[in-house]
């Protein structure tokens, strides 16, 4: 079989390696709550505007510790594992648009006025999604690493997304299907989840058009220059949504999170606390 080369899989093996903060984020005394007849697993941080978090592929809440160690400072952060990872149970099917789904029910069923998200690659295209579902209730969105279609990805980012399936995972997958089998409440139901995943991530329509020009929120759009996302993609997103910002960090991969939490979290602290001051260039003689 050929080498399946596809960094979403990388972030847990990436965030074992590199120790975390000291919090056990992802197994941390959380709670569950029924969305749809699915338990969900979550946990809070911290006070203030609410924060929905959403963690990236094949990954749990715990790989976002260094982002829930530093926002919770400032906002409420609400962690949850998406369905059929971590510690979550699994939903009927899996698509980008159940994930935003799931959320915008978590945000009525937890009475949440309005909400600030920010998502991480998978995450980053439910948050896109959410966003332009609920603009009554999501005021501000980070999405990073996010994209609308699998054109959008390196190709070599994606190749071998056909052979994501249970009988590789036992192979070459053992560094999370281990993990996996540790904390998911559905230990006999992991191939079905695999499929299931392999089915949303092959499926090329990620973000109709449509629904990226229905997001009224302020969005941020942001990614390592050197990330899964080719940079003219990240570019046509900030292009297709009204109220965007767009971002780059130099010298940062996909797994900025770890690589650079300081610089990646005052990113997001500037955009959630600040509104953009956009540049008056008559004062220039431009445009007059």
């Given at each position: ?19 975390q ?38 990954s ?9 160690a ?79 279609h ?42 079905k ?7 949303m ?88």
């Open positions: 079989m050929k080498t399946i080369i596809i960094s979403i899989l990388a972030v847990l093996w990436y965030s074992c390696c590199f120790p903060d000291t919090v056990p984020y992802g197994s941390n005394n959380g709670k569950y709550i029924d969305i749809d007849g699915t338990q969900l697993y979550y946990e809070e941080y911290g006070q203030g505007t609410p924060l929905l978090a959403i963690h990236g592929g094949l749990t809440i715990a790989d976002l510790g260094p982002v829930i530093e926002l919770s400072k400032q906002y409420r952060v609400i962690a949850v594992d998406c369905p059929g990872q971590g510690r979550s149970e699994q939903a009927d099917s899996l698509s980008y648009q159940l994930l935003a789904d799931y959320f915008s029910k978590i945000i009525d069923q937890m009475k949440l006025d309005s909400v600030y998200v920010f998502g991480h690659s998978d995450g980053g295209n439910a948050a896109l999604l959410l966003a332009a579902d609920r603009p009554d209730k999501v005021k501000k969105t980070a999405a990073f690493a996010a994209a609308s699998t054109s959008g990805y390196y190709p070599e980012a994606i190749a071998g997304l056909d052979q994501l399936n249970p009988e590789a995972f036992e192979k070459d997958f053992k560094w999370w299907l281990e993990p996996h089998l540790q904390r998911t409440p559905q230990k006999d139901q992991w191939k989840f695999v499929r299931d995943f392999s089915a991530c092959a499926t090329p329509l990620i973000i109709p058009d449509a629904k990226l020009r229905e997001v009224q929120s302020s969005v941020l759009i942001v990614q390592g220059d050197n990330d899964i996302v080719i940079p003219g993609h990240a570019l046509a997103l900030h292009q297709s949504i009204a109220n965007s910002q767009l971002c780059f960090v130099p010298a940062a991969s996909h797994f900025i999170l770890y690589e650079r939490p300081e610089l990646f979290n005052l990113i997001l602290i500037e955009f959630f606390n600040k509104e953009p001051q956009l540049f008056d260039w008559t004062q220039l003689g431009v445009g007059s």
